[in-house]
T-cell receptor, first 111, second 115 residues
């Protein structure tokens, strides 16, 4: 059974810092990995999707990497802003496109 | 392109009552999912539809939860009778097909509080 772990559970940083969120998984038989953002009381917004054959994806200040052999993914946020404050979730797509989620990292960027 | 629509946004009911949630996926998306997100946890898949057929309902508490997707478009998730531990956000998502590697898009969710 796939287990997804996100570290740290919570993170508080001053504005402008670069930061890294970590996601680890136990079964490398995945189709893709998605990083989502969730604001309080809201649904999930897809940030980046990395196919299993890819190593990384970039969108603006966000960069996500995937290392299937070690069972790890990282989400790098450059020059963090208060508007980046949210919960960040990683999810793995298994056979049938079923998503298995981690518990998330709560990020607070202080101005 | 319109996103995944869910209603209601919020619902408060007493235990042992029944409740229903509605989801309208993105037009043309064949695959529809219902997830349950308990506070402080990641979403957990309850049921997955491909068109109007069930692909995976292994984690759906079938003694109290039911879901249907008539005509392969809209879907309804029902809880009867509700328990306190059903308090959660219920998220609906859709994707273009069941195939590997397709991106899932989520609705705003329905926050259920059972008192």
């Amino acid at each position: 059974k796939q287990e997804v772990t996100q570290i740290p559970a919570a993170l508080s940083v001053p504005e402008g810092e670069n930061l890294v969120l970590n996601c680890s998984f136990t079964d490398s038989a995945i189709y893709n990995l998605q990083w989502f953002r969730q604001d309080p009381g809201k649904g999930l917004t897809s940030l980046l999707l990395i196919q299993s054959s890819q190593r990384e994806q970039t969108s603006g200040r966000l960069n996500a990497s995937l290392d299937k052999s070690s069972g790890r993914s990282t989400l790098y946020i450059a020059a963090s802003q208060p508007g980046d404050s949210a919960t960040y979730l990683c999810a793995l797509a298994e056979y049938g496109n079923k998503l298995v989620f981690g518990a998330g990292t709560i990020l607070r960027v202080k101005s | 392109e319109a996103g995944v629509a869910q209603s209601p946004r919020y619902k408060i009911i007493e235990k042992r009552q029944s409740v229903a949630f509605w989801c309208n996926p993105i037009s043309g998306h064949a695959t529809l999912y219902w997830y349950q997100q308990i506070l402080g946890q990641g979403p957990k898949l309850l049921i997955q539809f491909q068109n109007n057929g069930v692909v995976d309902d292994s984690q759906l508490p079938k003694d109290r939860f039911s879901a249907e997707r008539l005509k392969g478009v809209d879907s309804t998730l029902k809880i009867q009778p509700a328990k306190l531990e059903d308090s959660a956000v219920y998220l609906c998502a859709s994707s273009t097909r069941q195939g590997a590697g397709t991106e899932a898009f989520f609705g705003q969710g329905t926050r259920l509080t059972v008192v």
